[in-house]
Structures are given as C-alpha cells and as structure tokens.
C-alpha cells in the first residue's frame, strides 16, 4: 500500500524559514499530482500548494512569494520550501498524493499523517 510520510515541521520566530519533506512509498504505484493542505483547529484542510508529476505547480493566494512547491521523482519525494513565515502560516500541514496502482486498482487519494508548523516569538 501507499505510505506518505511528512518531516520538517517545528516551531519557527516570525520571518523565519522551514522546509518541509513528504516521502511518497509504494511498490507499484505511480505519484501522479501531489500537494501541501494545513488545517487549524475548528478550520477546514486548505490547499496551500500541489504540483504534478510534471512540475506544474499551484499556490494559494496566501503563500504565494513566500513557499515554494518542488518534487524529486526519481526519489518520490515532495518539498516545501517556506520562508516569510507568518503566525498566521501556524497549522497541520498534511502531504496529499494521487496515487495510480495500475488499470485494476485505479486511482486513489493518500494522506501523510501531518506535521505540526508553529510560527510564533
């Protein structure tokens, strides 16, 4: 099955930056799109950014000029490159994978467990 694994969270100073790292594991599956969400508490999961299996990439109106979506598909791995952090940006950030397993399994959407970002002084 599909493993979608987050890393790089923490607790950054306003201004500061973080790098978030999302590690996509499945024998026999193909990443199509993948993408950041953050939820807060009592708010819903919004889409913060994605990119496609060929580097087309989307951004909320929020985070766009500060983050930075990019992808490394040799290794299956998603990055998220934050800077200008905000208190603001504070939230669950989850990785969210399309995941093909072949023409009998079909298409399906994973979710990592989420890491927590906390921007505050």
């Known amino acids: 099955q599909v493993q979608l694994v987050e890393s790089g969270g923490g607790l950054v100073q306003p201004g500061g930056s973080l790098r978030l790292s999302c590690a996509a594991s499945?024998?026999?599956?193909?990443?199509?799109?993948m993408g950041w969400y953050r939820q807060t508490p009592g708010k819903q999961r919004e889409l913060v950014a994605a990119?496609?299996?060929?580097?087309?990439?989307n951004y909320a109106d929020s985070v766009k000029g500060r983050f930075t979506i990019s992808r490394d598909n040799a290794k299956n791995t998603m990055y998220l490159q934050m800077n200008s952090l905000k208190p603001e940006d504070t939230a669950v950030y989850y990785c969210?994978?399309?995941?093909?397993?072949?023409?009998?399994?079909?298409?399906?959407?994973?979710w990592g467990q989420g890491t927590q970002v906390t921007v505050s002084s």
């Open positions: 969210n994978a399309d995941a093909w397993g072949g023409p009998l399994f079909g298409t399906h959407d994973y």
């Open positions: 499945g024998r026999g599956f193909t990443f199509n799109t």
């Open positions: 990119i496609t299996s060929g580097g087309n990439t």
